[in-house]
Structures are given as structure tokens and as C-alpha cells.
């Protein structure tokens, strides 16, 4: 069973950095499936950050976060990293992490082609 812990979230001032890890368990496949990364503020839907394939070769972002956020992993270590950069208030949300197997496709930016997720960790950033 696939299980998917983030880390690394906390409260941050404006212009300032995190960065979130996610630890994906019993995921015999991670080396060839894709990441992606989610947030949500109260309220609203569940929007996508940030994914990379498999073999680390392809990363994806929404244009919100372009040139201030960088996804990795190591797939020697089961872990997907989203570094944030200059930060802003509008990036606080709860960042979720999620996974699916190397079989299932699907746009990166559409939540339902995600099969595996996290629990969320909160990112506040203040002004």
C-alpha cells in the first residue's frame, strides 16, 4: 500500500524559503512514476503546483510559481522536494503530495489522474 508523508512545511515571512519533502512508502514502482505536488486553501479546490517524472528529467509548473519553486527527487530515498522560493502571502495553503502508478496517465495539472496522496502540510506565509 502506497503511503505518502509530507514534511517540511511551517510559517514563513514574505521572501523567504521551505522546503517540503515527501516520503513515499511501500511505492515499488517510485523510480519510474510521477510526482506532483497540490495545495489548497480553505475553501477552494485542490490546484496543482508542481510535478516531475519519473526519472527526474521532466518538471512541470503552474505559471503562478515559475522561476521561484523547483521539484526533485531522489529515488534512492523514496522522496519527492518542492523548494520554495520568494515566497508570498498567497502561497499559504496546505501542500499536498501525490503519486500514481508508471501505468496510469493523465494531464499532470488534473487532480483526478493522481492516485495516491498525502496528508498535507500547512505553509503560511506572512506579510
Known amino acids: 500500500q502506497v503511503q505518502l508523508v509530507e514534511s517540511g512545511g511551517g510559517l514563513v515571512q514574505a521572501g523567504g524559503s521551505l522546503r517540503l519533502s515527501c516520503l513515499a512508502t511501500g511505492h515499488t514502482t517510485f523510480s519510474r512514476s510521477s510526482m506532483a505536488w497540490f495545495r489548497q486553501v480553505p475553501g477552494h479546490e485542490r490546484v496543482f503546483v508542481a510535478a516531475?517524472?519519473?526519472?527526474?528529467?521532466?518538471?512541470y509548473y503552474t505559471d503562478s510559481v515559475k522561476g521561484r519553486f523547483t521539484i526533485s527527487r531522489d529515488n534512492g530515498k523514496n522522496t519527492v522536494y518542492l523548494q520554495m522560493m520568494s515566497l508570498k502571502p498567497e502561497d499559504t495553503a496546505v501542500y499536498f503530495c501525490?503519486?500514481?502508478?508508471?501505468?496510469?496517465?493523465?494531464?499532470?495539472?488534473?487532480?483526478?489522474?493522481?492516485?495516491?496522496w498525502g496528508q498535507g502540510t500547512q505553509v503560511t506565509v506572512s506579510s
Open positions: 501525490a503519486a500514481r502508478d508508471p501505468d496510469f496517465k493523465g494531464a499532470y495539472y488534473l487532480r483526478h489522474t493522481w492516485q495516491y
Open positions: 516531475i517524472k519519473g526519472n527526474g528529467e521532466g518538471q
